[in-house]
């Protein structure tokens, strides 16, 4: 069992974590590494347009992904109050 900052350094390390609270529904956090993604994998307009104007490659920053109870992946994972005040984090 851990706070929200073990969770957060788990995150980090290539761990995925989870909630006690949690546990009916199987969630847990993952994280999204940075990268530099190259225009050749793009396949937004968004995406696509800001590569074109950064001379072919777009720089991604890291995102807490969540793998929801309907097993789809939620990008850009906020937390709840509770969440932050939790001590029933754990590694999954």
């Known amino acids: 069992m851990m706070n929200i900052g073990g969770a957060v350094q788990a995150l980090k390390d290539g761990g995925r974590v ?3 609270a949690w546990v009916e529904d199987s969630r847990y956090l993952f ?4 990268a ?4 050749a994998n793009i396949h937004t ?6 590569a074109c104007a950064n001379g072919g490659t777009v720089e991604c920053l890291p995102a807490i992904r969540q793998h929801t109870a309907d097993g ?3 990008t850009g994972w906020i937390p709840m109050v509770e969440d932050l005040l939790a001590d029933d984090w754990y590694t999954v």
């Open 31 to 34: 994280l999204l590494p940075a």
């Open 18 to 20: 989870a909630r006690h």
């Open 36 to 39: 530099i993604v190259p225009l």
């Open 72 to 74: 789809k992946v939620l």
């Open 45 to 50: 307009e968004p995406l696509a347009s800001i």
